[in-house]
Structure formats: C-alpha cells, structure tokens
C-alpha cells in the first residue's frame, strides 16, 4: 500500500511545498467565501500555496492553476453528552491536528468537544488519503503536511508587523534635548513652516518644528521638510500632530529610521503646551472612561438600545459580523455600504466575474474581498435562525432571559480588514478608529481599483464651490472641488435648552468649588436647521493670498453645492480640542429629519457686477539671505499709522501690526486684530513687511503657475490613478501634478481653474465612460470654475439630480473620543429601521437618529 500511495502522488511531488518563513498558511477561511473548517464541505488547502478554499470554490482554483494535491479540514464539534463533566478538556480525536486554528469562539469549552479530520485529497478525481500516514506516505509529503497543519495562523504572520507590535523604545527618547525657545503649539490650525502643507505634519521634539512628512502611496504626504530639517539639525525625535491621544502618538526617530516609542511622550509634548494627561482615565479592565461617565453610560443605553426585547432577523441583508477587537468602526461602514444598490452591483452582481478573474492570491484582491464580504452579507447564507429544538434548549438551560435571545455568529471581516490597512498606520493597529475617516479611506480604494470599470464611489461624489473673497478689493474667486462628504459644525449657541445648559455650567462650578457630587448632566439640543446655517456662513480663509494685491490679505469663503450626489453623507463634527489639547465629545443631540432638502444650497456661480481675481499663483518664497532687500524700493506701503499703533499698544510686535493693517488693506485694527490672531504662530509673524511687487513680473500662463516647482520626474502613479478615477484625463492629471508639486488637493483645484484644451487624448481617455450630461446644468458658467459644454468630459464624474433626500442609515458612536467606545449602526430596510451591533441584528424599536454622528440620505426622485 505504501507503494501504491508512494507511486500515486509521485506526478505531484513538484508542486507539494514545504512552507517557508514568511508563508502564510490560510487553514481557518476560504479565499473566497466564509467557509471554515466547521463548514459542512470543510476546507480544502492548496498544498502548492497554502490558499484555503471551500467546497464550492476548490474546484475553480484547480481549473486555473492546475494544482491538484489540497489538505482537506474538517472540524466536527459535538456538543457533550448528558452527565459530562464539567470543565472538561474537549476530546480531540487527532492532537496536534489545527494547532493553531482561528475559528468561531463562541464555543462553551465546558458544553462542546471537537473532533478534527484532516486528508490529502488528489483532483481531479478526490482521490483521499487520510491523516496522519506517514509510514505510508513519501517523506516529504509528510514533513509538509504536518508543517501545514502545525503552521500559525495566516494572520498571525501579520500581526508583528502591525504599527504596535515591532515599535521599540527610541534610545534619543530618555535623554532628548528640548530647547527652551518659548515655541506653544496651538490646537489647530498647523501648517508646514516651508510649504504651508496642512496634511501629515510632524512636530520636532527638540525646536518645536512643525513641518511635513513624505509623500504615501494612498495620495496623503507632503515634501519631505521634516526629513530636511532632521538632515540640517540633526534633532532625532519628531510626532505626528493627528495622532496623539492619551495613549501616546505616533513618534518617528530620523536617526533610527523607523517608527519608536517615547515613554517621555508626556513631558516631552508638555514642553511645547500639549497637556495630554488630564484627558482621560482608565477603569480597572483597561476600557477608557470620561472622567465625568455619566452622560457616557446613557448614551450606550440609547444608542444600543440597552433594556429592550429586541426582536432578532436573519437572511439575506441581515448578517452581522464578528468583532475583531475594535473593528466595529469598519463593520458599520461596511454594512451601509452593502445596503446600496451600487454597490451591491458593483461587487455582489458581479461575483461570478471577479471570482473567476481574480489573481493568484486572491486574498490579496481588493474587488475579490470586497465581493466576497457583500457576498457574505446579502447570500443569508451565515444569517440562518436557530432550530426549534435549539431555543428549547436554551430555555431549559436559562443561557439566555428574554426571547430572542438567540443571535447569529456573524462573518470575520479578518481578510477583508488585513488587506484595506495594510500599510496604513492607523488601521492597521488594533485601536479604535474613526469611522468617518475609514469611510474616506474605503472610498479612496474604491476609486482606485475600479479604473475603467464601474465605480459604485460615484454615487457619493459630488461638486462643492468655493467662492472666496479679498475684503480689501472686494473681488472673487471660484473653485471646485471634489467631496464626499458634508461636514456640519454643531453650533452650541443655537441649542434650544440654552437656559437649562447654563444653570448646569453654574450648578457645576458650585459643586465643583465646595467640592460636592456635580449635577446631573445636561444634553444641548440643536436643530439640525442650525447646523446648515452654520456650513453657509462665511468663514476666514487662513493665509489668504489676494491675486489683485499679490500680497496676503484678509479673505473670506463660503461653499455651496456645484452637484447633488445621489447619496448624500453628513458627518455631524461632535469632536473638538479644547485650547489645552484636550479632546473631547460634544455632548449633545440634533434633531435630524427623515426628509432633507438643501436644494436652496445649490450654487450659482459669478454673479453680474461680481469682478473676479486674476488667475495668479502665489510667488516664490525667497530664501532668507535675499529678503533683506526686498523693501529697497524707495515707494513705501500706504499703511494707516494710526491703526498700526493701537495694535502695537496691546503689545503686538510692530513690524506684525505694519503687515496685518497692510494685508487687511487699511481697513481698520478691528480687521487687523483678526488678521494678527489668525497669523501670529507663523514663524515669520514679526519680520519686516516683504513685498511681492518688487520681485519679477508675474507671468499669467496658466501651463507655468508661479510658485509651482517643476518636476524632472512624473508624477507618483498612485496619485495619477486617483485623479483618473475621478474622470479626468490622464495627461490633464499630470500636468495638474506638476504644477502642484503633487499636491492632490491643490491639483484638484488647478484642474478646475485649467480647462483641459482640446485634443485626442483626452476625447479617448473618456470614451469608455459615460458622463452625466446635465452634471453642472444648474451651475451658471463662468471662466474660471465651469467647464463648458463642449469640455464636460475633462471634469469628474458626478451624478447630480434635485436635492430631496431621504434618511435610511446612520451610524452612532458611543466614547469620550473616535480613539475609544463603540459603534453601531441603524438601516432602514423594508420601511423598518435595524440595528446592526457588530454579530447581532435586530429590528430597531427606538431608532435614536438625533444621537448619531454619520448620516447616510438617499436621493428621491423627481416625480
């Protein structure tokens, strides 16, 4: 017999594999559906690739790759006999089979025992040879088989390389010099002190430098200035601004060359004015608490809806999935997501066609991954309810005290999880995160697989239009831009319960000063009317440069609409930092109606007797050794001396009064007061007043902006790829690129502003896609922001309609702060509003809508 098995597996034994450092051996799921070990077909592992199949997909990978020796697993759990007991080991039937399997641990060890069942199958005729054999077996079969079934888990391969698990203390971090330059680093507002970049800043712990980092390949990054800077200093230690929590932040060490723990953090962001120890503590089992929890415990009774005879559903459209250990932040996201018909078409209706023409490892498939979660929770396949006989037994077992008690597993987004974070340092980690902010990212990776294929992001795409004012010459300024997103401010000031909020203010202060229990707390109220009042109102534009003065000025910006999307998401900003660096959530709920209609924030782009700004860019910054003659000319700035001296009286720096009545153009110290506390952390706030007019003429061709720095290389393709999935020719995006120093946000607006000329390229580079003709019909065309008719194709893809809306998702969050709590979401399906609770589903009974912070609004149509 040893023989025969010997001679059978002989034409195979150059694709049977030992695994190798750095394999990953996936035993506990299928690449393509959620089938395990446990499943009634087992899994089925390729013994060339180590990928793991069930049942309906292993014959699908032996078609395309023509490997035919699998590890069939099989898990067979019982549940023990009557008089067992208690506490027992659970029986296995082979040792070491499944080692270190990762599967369902809902298991009672005390209830249940496992049986586990493993054999190599050879296709295509499933010829089976059961396991263990290895006196029958060849040696090296059996060396591989038991490498595969003692390997670790396919994740656990992962794990050390997560942002948290390789971090080592920084040896500059015990003994960093901090200079004493009197440097505080305000709670907002940051900007790189060489290029004004506002994304991926690094502060420096030793000067209190705060400049940007290098350019990602998700299209985030900067110019490399803080790299710079650690080559021209030699200061080891920098911090990035938008991490830091009271758990630390994410700390870089440029002599290291790799990311480092500062046990210091503390002391050593306190010498810059961040004060992070008083934000929060921590409860004996380790879960973050506000140091006032009351408002925060009845929050997570009303947003999960804690005490209610919640009523459990199961099928298609109602499977819940498993928490990973804060993951929650992604299971919401993904379960409005797969509530959209887009979507749901884009990945789910086309499953049979990304299956068969996914890669090698599809694991490593984005549309695979994506297909097979919506898969997963449309088929009702894992969302099945329990057998009678099943909730009789746990009624005689009291597992459970109120009916229904009974929920479903759930799918593991562990693959799917694995794949979107990888190389991000934040989603990656095993931290809570903010669900916003994943959203985005999911949206980003959306847009950049699908090039040239249907790209169900552009149901939430749409124009916003910036028009932007200079206070001194009263002209304007339009631009586009692309978004996905509606961020509402939720003005305090317009709460309905004013009165009410203030007497709990003065009944906290008193018991805080005698020292008494505080008060009950008091929720603001605000109507989500006010909300919208506040996105229209105008606001400064920080660092402001007027193109008709070529000189910053004090400016203002409003936005409107220039495209409704076909579904509209609003993000309600309940988190703010307090002047000390504390963050916090707002406590507070918002009447948010079923029905909303923001038609009258359509935009109505230049309107008659508005003059508009030149197309100018900003000049270049002159190096330091050049500035000293820039004010040679002996033509002085009119500047109102008298205004000058009223701010200089309330100990401003002179030279910064002089720029801040010139830049607001003389039109007043009030205006100039804005313009100096707006300004006055700059690093240049005190220097002598430079002006632009006494540099070269400023060209006005639109293919060379002033300012922008020319590029030897191509731009990133990453960043290419984004702009082209947006809709915009790929030479246009180039050259928006270049003209940007690669900045995305600024190329998306030079596009806008640089109508692409016509030519061959960019009529072929649309003529796979099908454009909204009526996108910008009901935005009036001007020069600058519009694309005429004839150009549509050159902007991006947008399908805009009227602007009545209606809710059908909204996702809560409970926590002092995005970093902690718990998620959830609410979806309206079938005229009923569902909780989904990670694992768990339920018909929702109080739906709390004024307690969310994502609102998710689905266009209606005209009729």
Known sequence: MAADLGELLVPFMPTIRVPKTGDRVYKSE???????????????????????????????????????????????????ATGAAGGAIPRRRNGKVFLDLELNRDFNGEDYEYEDEAKLVIFPDHFEIPLPNIEELPALVTIACDAVLNAPSAYKKQEPES???????????????????????????????????RENLWLNLTDGT???????????????????????????????????????????????????????????????????????????????????????????????????????????????????????????????????????????????RIFDYSPLDPTQDFATQMAKLGHGLLSGQYSKPPMKSELIEQVMKEEHKVLNGHHQRGISPRMLKSLVSRGHPEFSSNRQQDAHEFFLHLINLVE??????????????????????????????????????????????????????????????????????????????????????????????????????????????????????????????????????????????IDVPDFLDVSRLRATGLQAGEEELPDLMPPIVLPEDTRDNSMSSTDSPEIDEGAVMQLAEMGFPLEACRK?????????????????????????????????????????????????????????????AILTSMGFPRNHSIRALKATNNNLERALDWIFTHPEEEDSDALSDMADTEPNDSAFSNVNSHSDSTLSPDRETSGPRVKDGPGRYELFGFISHMGASTMSGHYVCHIKKEGRWVIYNDHKVCLSERPPKDLGYIYFYRRLSSS
């Open 30 to 80: 299928c690449a393509f559906s959620f089938d395990s070990p446990e499943s009634e077909g087992g899994l089925y592992v390729c013994m060339n690739t180590f990928l793991g199949f069930g049942r309906e997909h292993v014959e699908r990978h032996y078609r395309k790759t023509g490997q035919s020796v699998y590890m069939h697993l099989k898990r067979h759990v019982k549940e023990k």
């Open 163 to 197: 942002w948290e698990e390789e971090i080592q203390v920084s040896r500059h971090a015990r003994s960093l010099r901090q200079l004493d330059n009197g440097v505080r680093i305000p709670p907002s507002g940051w900007k790189c002190q060489k290029c004004e970049m």
């Open 210 to 352: 705060v400049l940007c980092g290098k350019w990602f390949f998700d299209g985030s990054g900067g110019n490399g200035h803080a790299l710079e800077h650690y080559r021209e200093t030699n200061y080891p230690l920098a911090v990035k601004l938008d991490t830091i929590t009271p758990d630390g932040a994410d700390v870089y060490s440029f002599e290291e060359e790799e990311a480092v723990l500062d046990p210091h953090m503390s002391e050593h962001l306190s010498h810059f004015g961040i004060d992070m120890l008083q934000m929060q503590r921590r409860t004996e089992n380790g879960h973050h608490t506000d140091n006032n929890p009351r408002p925060r415990v009845s929050e997570w009774e009303v947003i999960q809806e804690s005490g209610m005879k919640l009523k459990a559903v199961y099928g298609s459209g109602y499977t819940g999935i498993k928490n990973l250990g804060n993951s929650c932040y992604l299971s919401t996201v993904l379960q409005v997501l797969f509530s959209i018909p887009d979507f749901q078409r884009m990945y789910v209706g086309n499953l049979q």
């Open 448 to 589: 950049r697989n699908s090039a040239g294929s249907e790209n169900s992001s552009d149901s939430f795409r749409f124009l916003v239009e910036e028009r932007i004012q200079c206070c001194q010459t009263r002209r304007v300024r339009y631009n586009q831009r692309v978004d996905y997103c509606i961020q509402l401010p939720a003005p305090i000031e317009a709460a309905t319960n004013r009165e009410e909020l203030l007497a709990y203010e003065a009944k906290r202060k008193e018991a805080e000063e005698n020292m008494r229990a505080p008060p009950e707390p008091v929720r603001a109220r605000i109507p989500f009317t006010a909300c919208l009042q506040a996105f229209t109102e105008p606001e400064n534009v920080p660092d402001f440069w007027s193109s008709a003065l070529q000189a910053k000025s004090a400016g203002v910006k409003t936005s409107r609409f220039a495209s409704f999307p076909e579904y509209l998401v609003v993000q309600i900003k309940k988190f703010t930092f307090g002047v000390d660096w504390v963050p916090k959530k707002l406590d507070l709920a």
């Open 660 to 720: 801040a009545v010139y830049y607001t153009g003389n039109m007043g110290p009030e205006m100039a007061f804005n313009w100096i506390i707006a300004h006055m952390e700059e690093p240049d706030f005190a220097e002598p007043l430079t002006l632009p007019s006494m540099m070269d003429p400023l060209p006005s061709t639109s293919d060379s902006p002033i300012g922008a720095t020319p590029l030897e290389n191509s731009p990133p393709e990453e960043s290419v």
